[in-house]
């Protein structure tokens, strides 16, 4: 019996048919061993030992495969083919070293590039050992991302409260974002105008031709800059009449593009299919590792984490009879197509992205949601690589004024033959090109005539945000982590709450502005592009062999950990100072009225700067506490409010009093009126301050709303916003609603369903009151109904506002109404009435208080708290404590 190892159960399952009953095949579930948490993980004064750790699901897996070792005659080590595949298989021949169940047993290495009965079994005939050049590659980057992250991390939360975390390629992907938007802040918008107008000649259709020169020069993009301008290159148009100058016509022929990388995969995906990179890769490996047709598990696509872009030679045999088969043979180029890549590393090796039988068309496999999608999107990109160039005429059209006043401009482009464009073009589908249009066939001389003479307003647009699509190509250009680390990499910033995503696009949160403010003052190096990118340079060469993993992290470490230390010293306000420096054009813009941006605007000589707490950074005033004017770090603009009572929303009709909207260090808020305590209420976070109005803000402050009476027994039911939600509640259950406008509009019968439900399922503070054990009516001359509970302590009993436990042996269930009464008196005699606890806490935080009370009082006072103190254990506890250490 041969024990294959592969990561996942569905890979299992599949090559396990292909390979038959004398094999056993097993899933590692991924790593089996990382790197603890913790200091001391990676240690450089021991020439960076690294101590490997398996978690409890990790030791299981470790300890179920050495048992199935034992039973078997051979090890074959089949994980993925790359970097992390390698080093799975190595951690797991570690851990089974150290098991010493290896002895006498064959170990080979097998890696596919397709789970196909083909390739698995062309795979088992070639076997070969660990590669330790990629698992030395894997051992750098490890070390590397620990070191960064642990020593870097812990000197920003020291020196920049709430921040989360620092990464060697995290940071710097960060930095692209946050860089993006400080150019879109920055970007001034430039006015320009163009004239276009509606051409016809004799003959063929209408067209749109634009004027490009006027009074014989040539127009510049801002030539026309203004109304007026524009206006008079209108009339000039108008007053012309127009020929035919010139007609050119060119062929042009477009190739396809290479078949998918992980980079370009992602790429698409986002722009065709709107997935995130996450999402992309979670679809493919599903899409790898088989998936169910008709009974039969097949691998559909090659293995989906490389930057090769070439394809098998069989593989491309297919791919061009299928072409001919569906599109015919003009469709099929004379030669075949071979594509390669710039990448300069490991994974180049591996095929590019395609499907593992290319005669499996999509339509056929009854794929369903975004397997079908993106199975869809890889065959045709592979398909059409392998396709005849399109071929497009384009076609320009110069129109000249007899007078010598006016030029326009016409261009098109029609598709002679559509070539790859018949099955796939890249990019949006719905992204057409502005040329793309029939001109008519016309000669130099030909009389045009013009209408619909038009003048339009533009503005210069600053860059785009990018995108998931365009910020992984950005990465890859500048060559900054690998296409297999991009998934990771934009997850953790969101994660983190550096950044989040509008529209699709990445915003940079105010955490990650400063995060990467710190470390473009403190740790530049460590987050320039072209040192990143050297870097991952470097690593390529150790996967090649060409240097030393321990090298490479020695010469890192010496300049690193330096950089490290000379922040000990480093004091908050230090760092406040640079940050406010680095961030000041966005936290303090110049309003143009020639006053300082940083001037409070509630105290007259205060100034504004960067403050921190445990929440995070905000904005405050220097004259602290007298003046204690605050607001977020966002700059204010006109989604928010300046300052405190910055805007003024209206009256609330029932009281006379203002209603404003306020941003406070914790996020926009509105408040009624003004005074010690006004009556405040936070917006949520799916309301927009620019959005909120009068009526708006009166819901909120209406909170919380009484639904009515519950029909039990009377007590009400009320809807409010707390921390995790809109809820309802009654007694000591809460229910959580849908959402936020079910708090103003639930009723009465929702309200006690829900409440029913809550207490029919359970939960922390939620569930339904238990039932007494006994319960003890009032007397007729009066005093409290009295009931013994079961509590988490054992059977106590309560009248309501006291409770008392019962002596240990006592039978709650023999307990008399006087016995029990006589311990709550004992209890309110030790502690007072209402009170469970001896208040030892809070007469010690009650210090200010204690002036104005009597000695002989303070010392009745002090009395229970002492008898209480003397009854706890903890005492006993000390010398053991003390005798660990």
């Known amino acids: 019996m041969h024990l294959v190892v592969v990561e996942s159960p569905a890979k299992a399952k599949t090559i396990n048919k292909y390979l038959g009953s004398h094999y056993d095949v097993v899933a590692s579930f991924g790593h089996v061993r990382d790197l603890p948490s913790k200091d001391g993980s990676v240690r450089p004064d021991e020439d960076f030992a690294m101590v490997w750790e398996a978690d409890s699901k990790g030791a299981a897996r470790i300890r179920d495969i050495a048992e199935r070792v034992k039973k078997a005659d051979s090890l074959i080590l089949a994980t993925d083919p790359d970097r992390e595949g390698e080093a799975i298989s190595w951690h797991l021949l570690e851990a089974l070293k150290a098991r010493k169940v290896l002895k006498d047993k064959a170990i080979s290495r097998v890696t596919f590039n397709a789970i196909t009965k083909e390739s698995v079994l062309a795979a088992m005939a070639n076997p070969r050992q660990i590669d330790q050049e990629l698992v030395d590659a894997y051992l750098a980057r490890r070390a590397l991302d620990y070191l960064v992250g642990f020593n870097l991390s812990p000197v920003l939360w020291r020196k920049l409260p709430g921040s989360r975390s620092a990464g060697r390629v995290q940071s710097v992907a960060l930095r692209l974002v946050v860089e993006r938007e400080m150019e879109i802040e920055r970007f001034k918008p430039r006015e320009y105008w163009t004239v276009t107008a509606q051409a016809k000649a004799d003959i063929g259709v209408p067209f749109e031709a634009r004027l490009v020169s006027l009074d014989g020069k040539k127009l510049d993009k801002f030539d026309l800059a ?21 007609l050119e016509a060119k062929p042009l022929k477009r190739s396809p593009a290479p078949p998918f990388t992980t980079s370009t995969l992602q790429q698409e995906a986002s722009r065709k299919l709107g997935f995130n990179a996450q999402r992309t890769m979670q679809v493919a490996q599903k899409l790898y590792e088989g998936v169910d047709i008709g009974g039969e598990t097949l691998g559909l696509i090659t293995y989906m984490r490389t930057d090769g872009v070439a394809m098998d030679q069989a593989a491309i045999l297919q791919c061009r009879a299928v072409i001919g088969e569906r599109f015919g043979s003009e469709f099929v180029p004379e030669k075949p197509r071979y594509y390669s890549s710039k990448a300069k590393n490991a994974q180049e090796a591996h095929e590019a992205i395609r499907p593992t039988d290319p005669h499996r068309h999509p339509s056929k496999l009854r794929l369903e949601g975004d397997m079908a ?17 399109a071929i497009v005429e384009r076609t320009t059209i110069d129109l000249i004024d007899t007078k010598g006043r006016a030029g326009l401009r016409a261009t098109g482009q029609v598709i002679l033959f559509d070539g790859f464009l018949a099955l796939y073009q890249e990019g949006r589908d719905d992204e057409a090109d502005e040329d793309s249009r029939r001109l ?59 950044v989040h995503m509008d529209k699709n696009r990445f ?60 922040t000990g010293d480093l004091r908050t306000s230090q760092v406040l100072d640079a940050i406010n420096e680095s961030l000041g054009p966005h936290i303090f813009p110049d309003k143009g009225d020639g006053k300082d941006p940083r001037a409070c605007p509630t105290c007259t000589d205060g100034r504004l700067s960067l403050k921190t707490s445990k929440f995070g950074a905000f904005i405050g005033c220097s004259n602290y506490p007298e003046c204690r004017y605050t607001r977020q770090l966002t700059a204010p603009g006109a989604d928010a409010p300046e300052a405190s009572g910055d805007r003024q ?82 007694a000591k259950t809460y229910a959580n609603i849908g959402t936020i406008e079910d708090v103003f509009e639930i009723g009465l019968n929702r309200a006690v369903a829900v409440l029913a439900e809550k207490r029919a399922g359970g939960g922390r503070n939620q569930r339904a009151a238990p039932a007494a054990l006994q319960e003890f009516a009032a007397p007729e001359g009066g005093g409290p109904v009295i009931k013994v509970m079961s509590g988490r302590y054992g059977p106590y009993v309560t009248d309501g506002t006291t409770n008392a436990t019962l002596p240990k042996g006592a039978d709650p269930a023999t307990l008399t109404r006087d016995a029990a009464l006589a311990l709550i008196e004992a209890r309110i005699a030790v502690v007072g009435v209402g009170k469970k606890k001896p208040a030892a806490k809070k007469a010690a935080a009650a210090k200010p208080a204690a002036k104005k009370v009597t000695k002989a009082k303070a010392a009745t006072k002090k009395a229970p708290t002492q008898k209480a103190t003397a009854k706890k254990p903890a005492a006993k506890k000390a010398p053991t404590k003390a005798a660990k250490a």
């Open 507 to 566: 915003i940079p949160d105010d955490k990650g502005r400063l995060v990467t403010a710190f470390l473009e003052n403190f740790f530049s190096k460590y987050v320039e592009y072209d040192f990143t990118a050297d870097l991952e340079q470097r690593l390529d060469l150790v996967s090649s062999g060409d240097l030393g993993w321990r090298i490479l992290l020695r010469e890192f470490w010496e300049d690193f950990s330096r950089a490290i230390a000379d």
């Open 649 to 730: 929303l209206g009256l609330d009709p029932e009281s006379g009093l203002d209603v404003w909207l306020k941003a406070g260090r914790f996020g926009p808020y509105v408040q009624l009126g003004e005074g010690e305590k006004p009556k405040r209420a936070s917006l949520p976070k799916s309301w927009a301050a620019s959005d909120l109005d009068l009526a708006r803000a009166l819901r909120l402050l209406s909170l919380p709303r009484t639904v009515g009476a519950h029909p039990e027994d009377g007590e009400p039911i009320v809807a409010n916003l707390g921390r995790f939600g809109p809820y309802v509640q009654h």
């Open 440 to 498: 008519p066939n016309l000669r130099a001389g030909d009389k045009v005539k013009t209408s619909d003479i038009t003048s339009t307003q533009h503005f210069t647009e600053p860059p785009p945000r990018y995108s998931e699509a365009t910020l992984v190509k950005k990465m890859e250009e500048l060559g900054i982590g690998r296409p297999s680390t991009y998934a990771s990499i934009l997850t953790v910033l969101r994660d983190r709450d550096y």
């Open 226 to 246: 203004d109304a007026a301008s524009a206006e008079a290159a209108k009339q000039a148009v108008m007053a012309g009449q127009f020929e035919v100058a010139s």
């Open 373 to 389: 999608k993106l199975y869809e999107l890889i065959w045709k990109r592979a398909i059409a690589s392998q396709m005849e160039q």
